[in-house]
Structure formats: structure tokens, C-alpha cells
């Protein structure tokens, strides 16, 4: 028995159209980002990554504890 079945859905070429254009658009928007953040970026030192690395895991460690935690009890 299939509790869900695949329903195919017919896209118009107007609708692909839209999807290439907005697929191209944040594509462009991505790289865009990505440029500017490897400039600022460029002379980090390993340590400094290794540093940044370090406090982001903390931090979203200690959100992920605070959040299972205040789930428990309240």
C-alpha cells in the first residue's frame, strides 16, 4: 500500500523560463557575497581561523545547551 504517491506536475516553459532566471540571479548574488568575503578575509592567519572556529563551536554549543535545557524545564 502507497500512502503518498508522486503526482508529476507538467512545468510550462514560461515557468522554466522564471526558474533559470531566478536560479541565475542568486547564483550571481552568491558569488557575489562569496567575492566579497574572501577579500575580507584574505589575511586571516591559520591561527586566527583556528581561533574563530573555536568560538563559533562554543557558541552554538552553549545555544543548543541552553536551548535543550530551557525546553526540559519549562
Known amino acids: 500500500m502507497r500512502l ?3 503526482k508529476k506536475q ?9 526558474a533559470g ?5 542568486i547564483l ?13 578575509t584574505s589575511a586571516y ?3 586566527r581561523w583556528l581561533v574563530l572556529l ?3 563551536c ?3 554549543g552553549g545555544t543548543c545547551i541552553y536551548l535543550i535545557i530551557s525546553s526540559i524545564y519549562n
Open 21 to 25: 532566471k531566478l536560479a541565475s540571479r
Open 4 to 6: 503518498f504517491r508522486n
Open 45 to 47: 592567519s591559520a591561527f
Open 58 to 60: 562554543l557558541g552554538m
Open 28 to 40: 550571481r548574488q552568491q558569488s557575489r557575497i562569496a567575492r566579497w568575503l574572501n577579500q575580507r
Open 10 to 18: 507538467k512545468v510550462s516553459p514560461a515557468g522554466e523560463a522564471l
Open 54 to 56: 573555536i568560538l563559533f
